[in-house]
Structures are given as structure tokens and as C-alpha cells.
Nanobody, 118 residues
């Protein structure tokens, strides 16, 4: 019905950059918000960044000023530009979307691995 597919994860050295993308497809009436959460082994899932339909953004404290979220409403996609990556950024990153189909509900992608290591 509705699917979220992430791409762009991989291995990067400390201080490097990656750009994640997520595409929503299926029976979509409207996208109210899209964003990213992450979960490292042994830790709880945490907010990375979310952007609403109107363009309001919300970032986790640990990534403010370093990561940037953007969206393309026409293509039903969201991207996360990650700069100055640190080993502690290593996690599985999950795409999130609140979608009206037409009733609003939350959807999650399958996750993409980001590893920051020298």
C-alpha cells in the first residue's frame, strides 16, 4: 500500500559526508511529515530530523548545525545531508513518514546502515 525505501548509506571516514534519501510510494493522498530516526546497537531509537508539509524542521540536539533535512514534495522524497560525521553517528537510519492515505498514519522504511570508522 505505502512503502518507504531508503538509499545512500554506507561506510565513511570520520569527518566525511553522506547523503541519505527516502522515496515514498503507493496509495498516498498527502504527506504530512517525513524524516529520519536512527538506532545504534544497545541504544534506543532517536530523532535525527523531521520536516513537515509546511517546511518546519525539527532536529535532534546531537546533529543540529551538522545535518540538513530537505524534501521534494512533487517527488514524495526526503533527503538527509550528513556532514562532519563522527563514529557516534554509526547507526541504522530509518525513514519515517506521516501519510494520509487518506487517513493519516505513521510509516517506516526498512533502514539503511551508516558506519563511520577509520
Amino acid at each position: 500500500q505505502v512503502q518507504l525505501v531508503e538509499s545512500g548509506g554506507g561506510l565513511v571516514q570520520p569527518g566525511g559526508s553522506l547523503r541519505l534519501s527516502c522515496a515514498a510510494s503507493g496509495s498516498i493522498f498527502s504527506i504530512n511529515a517525513m524524516g529520519w530516526f536512527r538506532q545504534a546497537p544497545g541504544k534506543q531509537r532517536e530523532l535525527v530530523a523531521v520536516i513537515t508539509r509546511g517546511g518546519t524542521t525539527n532536529y535532534g540536539d546531537s546533529v543540529k548545525g551538522l545535518f540538513t533535512i530537505s524534501r521534494d514534495n512533487a517527488k514524495n522524497t526526503v533527503a538527509l545531508q550528513m556532514n562532519s560525521l563522527k563514529p557516534e553517528d554509526t547507526a541504522v537510519y530509518y525513514c519515517y513518514a506521516n501519510i494520509g492515505s487518506p487517513q493519516s498514519r505513521a510509516y517506516w522504511g526498512q533502514g539503511t546502515q551508516v558506519t563511520v570508522s577509520s
